[in-house]
């Protein structure tokens, strides 16, 4: 099967919004840290002036980098918005960092969104065709160019109305006008977006564990393909599209979100120690001691070592001071990263077989370092037990793991996966106990079984 090369498009960020909260900016700068782990490569904040302008401060680089005290006093006011962008293969830009300012004499916003328009080259190019002009290759400009010329009277709600009906895709969206603050879901409701109360305020954010450092209480999810403005009357819902299904994506829940954060009532730990417990349970391994992956598998391993009654050992360790790895643009780069990133414990390991979980296996980098590592470590042996299915079909909706070729399992049997790895054993999640883990009956799980929930313009 050929797909888009639409991997350009590609936005796996975090988002928040925030209408009348004493000093916006400061509890935005906040809740950004707390959203760091869904984009490093930069960030950015826009507020509303007290004097009704919009102002905008975005850099590449981390939250506590790019903002100093000085840069959010100059962004003063109760309402603002704020993006914290994932660093992709190909997409470096400075013009694609968020927010985007729309700067319209009579009625400028700013756009912040997390997710990929799977439409947007065909509907940019259509925009194109009739002289509108692009700056960058954000799926933010495109959204607020539909938002912008569709501005007729100043009618935000029937303008955002008509750029969803155009738009396909993810996207967990925020827009701030001088009066208010909007947000929503694509129908699908791929990415997470939740509602909280802060004071006599309102913060949306695309984690609760947002929500929770800036001491907002959780109102309730976004629902998908709805529409929230959020202005002096209050919370006002309209929902802009429905298909009644609900994809929220399945990585969001095994690798992307943090263990602390709840998407859509489902605890993401609970999920994580669950998957755990059902992965032993399918394929329970002949190990000595239990160790995850630090630390995004710590909680499946967990459930997996309570279930099997082993010991949860720190076999491996991570150094926290070394940037990620996952995106490198070489191969040996990624190598390189891993052993930077992390080490086994001989004291731990050695003369032991060691169950490792972790939350996935995408180009299989990861693994192949680390079974050599524990083997060089001492261990007897390494039993791989993953978390998820096997990951075998691209991503098109924000989630960069890489083109169907660099996925290990896209054309390989667990057993030629195996002996990639070089571990003893590997063994995966099924796709029926990750469904169980979640307590759902519906995730979008196309990245392991090419099920994907949408058109993906294939014709482009
Ligand atoms: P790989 O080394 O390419 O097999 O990547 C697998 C590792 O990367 C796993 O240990 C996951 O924790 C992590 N991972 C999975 N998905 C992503 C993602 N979208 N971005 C960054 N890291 C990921
Ligand atoms: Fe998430 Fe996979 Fe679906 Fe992408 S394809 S949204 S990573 S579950």
Redesign the pocket.
């Known amino acids: 099967m050929a797909f888009p090369d639409n991997r350009q498009w590609h936005e ?1 960020c975090g988002v928040v919004g925030f209408y009348e909260v004493d000093h916006a900016a400061t509890h935005a700068f906040m809740a950004l840290q707390s959203l760091q782990h869904r984009g490093q490569q930069g960030c950015g904040i826009a507020a509303v002036h007290p004097d009704g302008s919009l102002g905008l401060h975005k850099g590449a680089g981390l939250v506590k980098e790019v903002f100093k005290k000085e840069t959010i006093d100059s962004l003063p006011g109760t309402s603002c918005i704020g993006h914290v962008r ?1 660093p992709t293969t190909n997409v470096g830009g400075q013009e694609n960092l968020q927010p985007f300012l729309y700067t319209s004499r009579e009625h400028p916003f700013a756009l912040a969104h997390n997710g990929n328009i799977v439409n947007a080259e065909r509907v940019k190019s259509y925009l194109e065709k009739r002289g509108h002009l692009f700056h960058s290759t954000s799926d933010s400009e495109l959204f607020a160019d539909l938002v912008g010329s569709n501005l007729h009277g100043g009618d935000w709600h029937k303008a955002i109305a008509q750029a969803v009906r155009l738009l396909d895709g993810a996207y967990a969206t925020v827009i701030l006008t001088p009066h208010a603050l909007f947000a929503c879901r694509d129908r699908y409701g791929f990415r997470p977006l939740s509602l909280g109360r802060m004071g006599n305020g309102y913060v949306v954010a695309s984690e609760t564990c947002a929500l929770d450092t800036v001491g907002a209480t959780f109102v309730r999810d976004v629902e998908p393909g709805e529409l929230l403005a959020i202005d002096a009357r209050g919370v006002h819902s309209t929902f802009l599209a429905r298909t009644g299904s609900h994809c929220m994506c399945a ?1 969001e829940y ?3 979100a943090r263990p602390d954060s709840v998407i859509e009532g489902c605890s993401v730990h609970a999920f994580r120690r669950r998957s755990g417990v059902l992965l032993q349970a399918e394929h329970p391994a002949p190990a000595d001691l239990v160790t995850c ?1 630090p630390e ?2 710590m909680s499946a391993a967990i459930g997996f070592a309570e279930a099997s009654g082993l010991p949860l050992e720190m076999g491996l360790i991570k150094n926290m001071y070394v940037a ?4 490198q643009p070489t191969q040996s780069m ?1 190598d390189v990263g ?1 052993r930077m990133k992390l080490a086994a414990v001989p004291s731990i390991v050695r003369g032991k077989s060691v169950a490792v979980i ?10 192949r370092i680390l079974v050599q590592m524990l083997r060089d470590a001492g261990a007897t042996a390494v039993h791989m037990r993953i978390a998820s299915p096997p ?1 075998a079909w691209p ?1 098109f909706y924000g ?4 083109t169907r070729d660099q996925l ?1 399992a896209a054309d390989r049997t667990v057993e030629q996966i195996r002996d990639f790895i070089g571990a003893d054993s590997v063994e995966y999640l099924s796709t029926h106990a990750l469904l169980e883990a979640s307590g759902r009956t519906q995730l979008c799980t196309a990245c392991f079984d090419g099920n994907y929930p949408t058109d993906l313009y294939q014709d482009n």
């Open positions: 796996e994932y990585m095994i690798y992307f992956v995004s598998s990620r790895t996952f995106i990624r891993v972790d939350d996935s296996i995408v180009r299989g980098t990861t693994s990951y991503c989630i960069d793991t890489g290990l």
